[in-house]
């Protein structure tokens, strides 16, 4: 599949980025807020914002269960600072009534860098990229804990934070702590690209 159609959820967030990069990297990119948008897709990024808000969003819009089931149903999706918070099966530090869709066999724990570093930036190793992603964090959360099954793809490279899980992927799903939207390296979404454009090929064939 070459031009493979990948949702950005848009309920909440920074979705511009998102769609922008994707089409830099040959996807076919739209706005999902209804049950119909998700269903045309082959993948979906759950952007950054605010984990909460766009839980109850998404219950509002009549999407929470659809996208608990396309989750459920593999199709693969990549969430990024808020959006790890909404893939994670775990949350430490949430709201008492915080909803996740869940997918991912991790813990996050919320707004994990502390006030003093609310937002920093810094260079951080990912597997399957040969030079280091600029990880821009805004009131990111990082991976307290993985399941058997998932893969580590970066850690915080330096500082109070050093060895802090920040990037992971289990199966056919992806997340980041960090914005991989911002700055114009779309590296990470050239990787989920090209995993969606995998999934959907084996799906058809
Ligand atoms: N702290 C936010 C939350 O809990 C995430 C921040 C972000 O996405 N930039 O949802």
């Given amino acids: 599949m070459t031009r493979p159609r990948i949702g950005v959820l848009a309920l909440q967030g920074d979705v511009r980025e998102h769609l922008a990069a994707l089409g830099s990297v040959g996807a076919d990119a739209l706005a999902v807020r209804r ?16 984990s909460t808000t766009m839980a109850k969003l998404a219950r509002t819009f009549d999407l929470f269960e659809p996208l608990q089931k ?16 909404l893939l994670a099966d ?3 530090d949430g709201t008492a009534d915080q909803e996740t869709l869940g997918g991912l066999d ?47 793809l970066a850690r915080v490279g330096g500082g109070e934070a050093v060895g802090r899980i920040v990037a992971v992927r289990q199966g056919p799903l992806m997340a980041t702590s960090f914005h991989p939207e911002v700055g114009g390296d779309v ?8 995993l969606v454009a995998e999934r959907a090929t084996e799906g058809k064939s």
Avoid: K, Y
Avoid at 37 to 49: F, K, M, Q, T, Y
Avoid at 70 to 85: E, S, V
């Fill in 106 to 152: 991790i813990t996050v724990r919320r707004n994990a860098f502390g006030r003093q570093v609310d937002s920093f930036e810094g260079n951080v190793d990912f597997t399957g990229l040969d030079t280091p992603v600029h990880g821009i964090f805004i009131r990111a959360p990082w991976v307290e804990a993985t399941g058997p099954d998932v893969e580590v």
């Fill in 187 to 194: 590296r990470v979404h050239r990787l989920f690209r090209d």
């Fill in 35 to 50: 049950p119909a948008e998700l269903e045309s897709c082959d993948g979906l990024v759950i952007p950054g914002g605010e």
């Fill in 70 to 85: 396309r989750i459920a149903g593999g199709m693969p999706a990549l969430g990024t600072c808020a959006g790890m918070i």
């Fill in 90 to 92: 775990r949350v430490e």
